[in-house]
């Protein structure tokens, strides 16, 4: 069964432009979750969509935002890019909600954003 | 507040030589406790979980202990490899789930 598929891998930005990147869940996992990856602040918590519904939001601007299809595919859009958004965006999906026990996430390989 | 802490960024082992992780968590409550591994490059891969109401589960290789007296988790890795290079991350599962800050592994021969 196919794992978790982000695109793009690799992506260069100017400042004040706007990335959209893509996540396909592993097949029948309803939940997928974005997460921030960088050297400095770890893995942070963007947010969660089950069943095309956000459902739970991490402590990032509105610039960040996201949504997921009836086929449960999401996308995440960062607008007015920054220099500090630079960073590893992992996508994850899952059976369940996420914070359900036993409920294992499954991380895709991530889309490397540089903004310049 | 909610916070999962490593106690050592970085920890070198023999080939061979055991390893452990270990991982400080604050929040009581939470009760499913999971380790990944990231390899350069990659996502994090799952390892192996533990639910609350266990005190240790073992894989292929590994053992996870868990003591929620003192709010500790730690991962065990068993004739450490040079494929086992990673960084390990613990994590809890509350509504989402919280990533600790890692712990580089770094096997030697």
């Known amino acids: 069964k196919a794992g978790v598929t982000q695109t793009p891998r690799y992506l260069i930005k100017t400042r004040g432009q706007q990335v959209t990147l893509s996540c396909s869940p592993i097949?029948?996992?309803?939940?997928v979750s974005w997460y921030q990856q960088t050297p400095g602040q770890g893995l942070q918590f963007l947010f969660e969509?089950?069943?095309?519904?956000?459902?739970n939001k991490g402590n990032f601007p509105g610039r960040f935002s996201g949504r997921q299809f009836s086929n449960s595919r999401s996308e995440m859009n960062v607008s007015t890019l920054e220099l500090g958004d630079s960073a590893l965006y992992l996508c994850?999906?899952?059976?369940?909600?996420?914070?359900?026990?036993?409920?294992?996430?499954?991380f895709g390989e991530g889309s490397w954003l540089t903004v310049v | 507040g909610e916070s999962v802490g490593l106690h050592l960024p970085t920890l070198s082992v023999q080939e061979g030589d055991n390893s452990i992780i270990n991982c400080a968590y604050s929040?009581?409550?939470?009760?499913?406790f999971i380790w990944y591994k990231q390899e350069s490059g990659k996502g994090p891969q799952f390892i192996i979980d533990?639910?609350?109401?266990?005190d240790k589960r073992q894989g292929q290789r590994v053992t996870v202990l868990l003591n929620k007296t003192v709010k500790h988790l730690s991962l065990q890795i068993a004739a450490t490899q040079p494929g086992d290079s990673a960084v390990y991350f613990c994590?809890?599962?509350?509504?989402?789930?919280?990533f600790g800050t890692g712990t580089r592994l770094q096997v030697f021969p």
């Open positions: 929040n009581s409550a939470s009760d499913y």
């Open positions: 994590a809890y599962n509350t509504d989402k789930l919280i």
């Open positions: 994850a999906s899952s059976l369940g909600r996420g914070g359900d026990t036993g409920n294992t996430i499954y």
């Open positions: 533990i639910r609350s109401n266990m």
């Open positions: 097949s029948g996992h309803r939940s």
């Open positions: 969509y089950f069943s095309e519904t956000q459902r």
